[in-house]
């Protein structure tokens, strides 16, 4: 594998907008009849003439076409169940089709990342102006005020600052190491931590599991409703086929999903209630498990939900910012306060030296 190989993967698994582009496009081009084989060189020959950096993966694609179908040769390359979709509407003659949804689904997908990324501005801006600010008076405000006033005589108020500015001085470096190990369970923990407390903590709100569950709902629901349109998958092989390219944690929902499955075969529905799904999102599924075409009825709910989604998640976004200025202006309030007490303190002191 070369850099450029290496590069292009990257970008492609990166920015969800390049999928999404080349699935739609390459969407119509079947529908207009287009070989996926041709289409690919087509593609590589044009990248490589305007120099765009796709060419070493469609020429990667085209290499793993000699023994396999575009499906599989996209394993490793694009999510791994974009992959599960592709394969199996590949078996079946709708690859078109499947690529016309997953584009919905990434433009979708899309719109929740940069709505939940928009929610995190103003509190992480907040954050940080706070601790720039304790930095500042650890290492620039505290040393004037101590060559006017002796630490013993400070207000409660500008000591409690004094402590905990140097204290965030002192151990910032373990407090920062502490931070990035943090950030880096939870990041491993979203996909790979599993069982019943787990679900349990998915359905807490805020919290950054709930919001990963979200996101695999929707895009589980998507994936389950287009295999369950193919001919060659029941409710049983569908759920089968998602395990295996499933993440620890959905494996689980998978498993108790079959399971339960097993025991009420008549009630397909009720065997997906594990805590994947928000219990309003439950009933709705269940509700539409009683018409003629729970599939295709399965496949709307996504696409709904996902819209509602980017509600809750702008709603989150406007809390958020209302939330970081409320802290900001209860820090500054107890700031003004502390300089108030101090100048008052200072007054006091200078006239007891006169």
């Given at each position: 594998?070369?850099?450029?190989?290496?590069?292009?993967?990257?970008?492609?698994?990166?920015?969800?907008?390049?999928?999404?582009?080349?699935?739609?496009?390459?969407?119509?081009?079947?529908?207009?009849?287009?070989?996926?084989?041709?289409?690919?060189?087509?593609?590589?020959?044009?990248?490589?003439?305007?120099?765009?950096?796709?060419?070493?993966?469609?020429?990667?694609?085209?290499?793993?076409?000699?023994?396999?179908?575009?499906?599989?040769?996209?394993?490793?390359?694009?999510?791994?169940?974009?992959?599960?979709?592709?394969?199996?509407?590949?078996?079946?003659?709708?690859?078109?089709?499947?690529?016309?949804?997953?584009?919905?689904?990434?433009?979708?997908?899309?719109?929740?990342?940069?709505?939940?990324?928009?929610?995190?501005?103003?509190?992480?801006?907040?954050?940080?102006?706070?601790?720039?600010?304790?930095?500042?008076?650890?290492l620039v405000i505290a040393p004037q005020n101590l060559q006017s006033l002796p630490l013993e005589r400070w207000p409660i108020i500008s000591r409690?600052?004094?402590?905990?500015?140097?204290?965030?001085?002192?151990?910032?470096?373990?407090?920062?190491?502490?931070?990035?190990?943090?950030?880096?369970?939870?990041?491993?923990s979203r996909p790979n931590w599993r069982g019943r407390f787990r679900a349990k903590i998915d359905h807490v709100p805020l919290l950054p599991w709930?919001?990963?569950?979200?996101?695999?709902?929707?895009?589980?629901?998507?994936?389950?409703?287009?295999?369950?349109?193919?001919?060659?998958?029941?409710?049983?092989?569908?759920?089968?086929?998602?395990?295996?390219?499933?993440?620890p944690w959905l494996g689980w929902h998978i498993t108790v999903m079959l399971k339960r499955l097993a025991l009420t075969p008549d009630s397909p529905?009720?065997?997906?209630?594990?805590?994947?799904?928000?219990?309003?999102?439950?009933?709705?599924?269940?509700?539409?498990?009683?018409?003629?075409?729970?599939?295709?009825?399965?496949?709307?709910?996504?696409?709904?939900?996902?819209?509602?989604?980017?509600?809750?998640?702008?709603?989150?976004?406007?809390?958020?910012?209302?939330?970081?200025?409320?802290?900001?202006?209860?820090?500054?309030?107890?700031?003004?306060?502390?300089?108030?007490?101090?100048?008052?303190?200072?007054?006091?002191?200078?006239?007891?030296?006169?």
């Open positions: 594998m070369n850099l450029a190989f290496k590069l292009s993967r990257f970008l492609f698994n990166t920015f969800d907008s390049s999928r999404q582009e080349f699935y739609e496009d390459f969407a119509s081009a079947l529908r207009d009849g287009a070989a996926t084989s041709e289409r690919l060189r087509k593609m590589a020959a044009r990248s490589r003439r305007r120099k765009t950096g796709w060419a070493p993966l469609y020429e990667h694609w085209l290499r793993k076409m000699r023994r396999m179908s575009f499906g599989h040769a996209l394993q490793h390359t694009v999510p791994a169940y974009e992959v599960m979709v592709l394969t199996a509407a590949e078996e079946d003659g709708r690859l078109d089709e499947a690529m016309v949804y997953l584009g919905r689904a990434i433009r979708l997908m899309g719109k929740i990342k940069a709505t939940y990324f928009m929610s995190l501005i103003s509190p992480g801006m907040a954050f940080v102006s706070i601790l720039g600010f304790f930095v500042a008076y650890a409690q600052l004094y402590e905990l500015s140097n204290a965030i001085v002192r151990h910032g470096l373990l407090s920062g190491l502490g931070f990035v190990l943090t950030a880096w369970l939870v990041i491993w709930s919001s990963y569950r979200e996101n695999e709902a929707n895009n589980f629901l998507v994936s389950l409703a287009i295999l369950l349109q193919s001919n060659n998958h029941g409710m049983k092989e569908a759920l089968e086929r998602m395990r295996q390219f499933a993440s529905a009720r065997a997906l209630d594990t805590g994947l799904f928000s219990y309003r999102v439950m009933d709705r599924i269940e509700d539409y498990s009683e018409r003629t075409n729970f599939f295709k009825a399965l496949r709307m709910i996504a696409f709904d939900h996902g819209d509602k989604a980017v509600e809750a998640a702008e709603r989150r976004a406007i809390f958020g910012g209302f939330l970081a200025m409320g802290i900001v202006a209860m820090v500054l309030g107890v700031i003004v306060l502390g300089s108030f007490e101090f100048n008052d303190a200072m007054e006091t002191y200078v006239q007891s030296i006169r």
